[in-house]
């Protein structure tokens, strides 16, 4: 079993920052890969970034170059550095940790104002 905690959500005005953070506890060490997708209201769920075991990353187009995605081991912590936001970015973000199956957090609402 993984347990999934985020933060860091919040309203921040074009172009700002925010860091998301999930905490994740129980069988860490069986996570193959952690990724962040976010929903907008009437919208599918979207892959955002993801981080493997290894450190490889990726991201969907839209965030590249905005967004990076990173982990800290020895806190078995996952964040979501999330520069220049547009509008476009307001959704609830959440993070997925898998394992043999996926783990999801409860999710943050990051909204971003023009």
């Known amino acids: 079993q993984v347990q999934l905690v985020e933060s860091g959500g919040g309203l921040v005005q074009t172009g700002g920052s925010l860091r998301l953070s999930c905490a994740a506890s129980?069988?860490?060490?069986?996570?193959?890969?952690y990724s962040w997708y976010r929903q907008a209201p009437g919208k599918q769920r979207e892959l955002v970034a993801a981080?493997?075991?290894?450190?490889?990353?990726s991201y969907v187009d839209s965030v590249k170059g905005r967004f990076t995605i990173s982990i800290d081991n020895a806190k078995n912590t996952v964040y979501l550095q999330m520069n220049s936001l547009k509008p476009e970015d307001t959704a609830v973000y959440y993070c997925n940790a898998l394992v043999y199956r996926d783990y999801w957090g409860q999710g943050t609402q990051v909204t971003v104002s023009s």
């Open positions: 129980g069988s860490t060490f069986s996570i193959i890969r």
């Open positions: 981080i493997s075991s290894g450190g490889s990353t």
